[in-house]
């Protein structure tokens, strides 16, 4: 079946970067985009970008570029999403998903079929 | 501030119908892009209830029903249980982000 498992979670200073990975099972790795979205305590769901397991491919959300990157080791199956340049603001549980398309036609037709069971992230002085 | 916008809260009693309604605009809802329909329950991953505005992938009880109009779209739940207590998030896409964007959550309470 398919799975997604994260890492642990971290706890890191304001200013230092995390790396938070997310090991794929069950499927083609290349074939599923994987995307990254956060939820910070008591708050909604915010899509962060996606990497394409396959050729490297990623697109960002313009409010994260700059400072974030999404990398994957197609050896292990595994994605990985760096954020740098913490701050108290990145306190949130950080969530990989698979993107699954189930439609045709111009406009995109996807959605996150399987999750991965969140990383915990704080960030404290 | 979310790019979807979703009430807060909603709440019926146990056998009722509640709706959550999510609003866009024309840079994504009603540029055509789909609408998902995801439940959480606190300290877990979200799970899909609708895709495509109206679909519901197996497993998911016939009480869940989506639909679009223009630049909005909704979420029924009928027969309310006790264990329909959760957040429901909208998502589409966004031409002006360029990617996912989700509504800002409702708590729905039975």
């Known amino acids: 079946q398919v799975q997604l498992v994260q890492s642990g979670a971290e706890v890191q200073r304001p200013g230092a970067s995390v790396k938070v990975s997310c090991k794929t099972a069950g499927y083609t790795f290349n074939e599923y985009d994987i995307h990254w979205v956060r939820q910070a305590p008591g708050q909604g769901l915010e899509w962060m970008g996606w990497?394409?397991?396959?050729?490297?491919?990623?697109k960002y959300e313009h409010k994260f570029q700059g400072r974030v990157t999404m990398t994957r080791d197609t050896s292990i199956r595994t994605v990985y999403m760096e954020l740098n340049s913490l701050t108290p603001d990145d306190t949130a549980m950080y969530f990989c998903a698979r993107d699954l398309r189930y439609g045709s036609g111009l406009l995109k037709k996807y959605y996150f079929d399987h999750w991965g069971q969140g990383t915990q992230v704080a960030v404290s002085s | 501030q979310s790019v979807l916008t979703q009430p807060p809260s909603a709440s019926g009693a146990p056998g009722q119908r509640v709706t959550i309604s999510c609003t866009g605009s024309?840079?994504?809802?009603?540029?055509?892009?789909?609408v998902q329909w995801y439940q959480q329950f606190p300290g877990t991953a979200p799970k899909v209830l609708i895709y495509g505005n109206s679909n519901r992938p197996s497993g998911v009880p016939d009480r869940f029903s989506g639909s679009k109009s223009g630049t909005s779209a909704s979420l029924a739940i009928t027969g309310l249980l006790p264990d329909d207590e959760a957040d429901y998030y909208c998502q589409s896409f966004d031409n002006n982000v360029g990617g996912r964007v989700f509504g800002g959550g409702t708590k729905v309470t039975v």
């Open positions: 024309n840079s994504n809802i009603g540029a055509g892009y789909d």
């Open positions: 990497i394409n397991p396959g050729s490297g491919a990623t």
